[in-house]
């Protein structure tokens, strides 16, 4: 180029050195990731998530914890608990007694998506899989009632001990509905909360009417 023949470098300016990017010091956890961890501790860690949850369920409150750090483990361990305990009522004939886990099963899962489809179309901010997260966990209080039941009955299955299911299993319908509403309050317009809630009232409805209805063979 004209004009840049006469520049020259002046021999106290270096021309020669290292070009460094300065980069800020890495934590530890930042190079440690899930793979390199051992199956125990990835394991005992989701347990721990999972417990922390359930605590959550048992002192329901305003948080967000269950839809921040969502998982579907908790809510499946609970509906299988549930089917489980409430397999072979005496509804249930000698020849078709199998069904009666599918039914419970289908019946819990189809019921959390219609409301969380139910929660979406009125506005809710929240997303499918974290609806289903708080719904299934709140079924913490039902599954206990189900197991108290199952003690109940094998002492008889007069008045008293259908006046004691029935304390046992209102109390826990409340319990769980308090604490669904509680985690989906803040997520749903203040206009149409009553929507939302109405849907989960019957939910868990079904639910405590199939665990007091429940009796063995």
């Known amino acids: ?3 840049l023949a006469d520049v020259s470098i002046s021999e106290d300016i270096p021309v020669e050195g ?3 990017v300065p980069v ?3 934590s530890p956890d930042e190079d440690y990731s899930t793979l390199d961890e051992p199956v125990k501790d990835t394991i005992m860690r989701d347990l721990k998530a999972v417990g922390k949850k359930f605590i959550h369920v048992m002192y329901p409150k305003k948080s967000s914890t269950l ?3 969502w998982d579907l483990w908790g809510p499946l361990v609970l509906c299988v608990s549930l089917a489980l305990m409430l397999q072979g009522g005496s509804a249930d004939s000698k020849d078709d007694g199998g069904p009666q886990f599918a039914e419970v099963f289908v019946i819990i899962w189809f019921g959390a998506v219609v409301i969380t489809l139910n929660s979406k179309l009125l506005g809710g901010t929240i997303s499918f899989f974290q609806s289903l997260c708080v719904l299934g966990y ?4 039902l599954t206990m009632a189900m197991l108290v039941c199952r003690l109940v009955l094998l002492a008889g299955s007069g008045t008293v001990s259908f006046i004691i299911r029935l304390i046992i299993v209102v109390a826990m319908f409340g319990w769980s509905t308090l604490a669904s509403t509680a985690f989906l309050a803040d997520s749903q317009p203040p206009n149409r909360k009553a929507l939302v809630v109405y849907p989960i009232f019957l939910f868990y409805f079904v639910i405590s009417w199939m665990i007091l209805t429940f009796t063995p063979q």
Do not use: A, H, V
Request: net charge neutral; glycine share 12%.
């Open 1 to 3: 180029f004209p004009g």
């Open 138 to 141: 709140c079924i913490l209080p």
């Open 18 to 20: 290292e070009i460094t």
């Open 67 to 69: 839809l921040r750090d």
């Open 24 to 26: 800020g010091s890495r």
